[in-house]
């Protein structure tokens, strides 16, 4: 009789542990949030550092006006009307013209 209930019990132990592992609240489900929550964290981590990059472009831009202008030139291609603008042809493969 002794035996039986420890097989019974050793059974529902058993059972019990494999609930714990693979059910939907179990340890694999808690494992994988954390993965996904460790993710999230460093995607937050990154977007919140280029909001920062970003406010201090929009202080700067704000505030001095040769960025502002720096800025439109390097994106837009503007030109001065007294400059003369060099255009260098890129090398070809092989050295030939």
Same mark, same amino acid.
Do not use: C
């Given at each position: ?10 059974? =529902?132990? *058993?059972a019990?542990? #494999? ?8 340890? !694999? ?5 954390? @993965?996904?929550? =460790?993710? *999230?964290?460093?995607? #937050? ?8 990059? !970003? ?5 700067? @831009? ?10 439109i ?25």
């Open positions: 009789m002794a035996r039986r209930v420890t097989f019974i019990f050793v059974g =529902a132990l *058993l019990a542990a #494999i609930w714990l592992v693979v059910s939907p609240n179990g340890l !694999y489900h808690v494992r994988q949030l954390k @993965l996904e929550k =460790a993710a *999230l964290d460093g995607r #937050i981590a990154k977007l919140q550092q280029q909001k920062s990059d !970003y406010e201090a472009k929009i202080v700067r @831009l704000s505030t001095d006006s040769s960025i502002v202008e720096r800025e030139r390097d994106q837009l291609k503007y030109v001065r009307n007294d400059e003369t603008v060099f255009v260098v042809p890129e090398a070809t493969p092989g050295g030939g013209p």
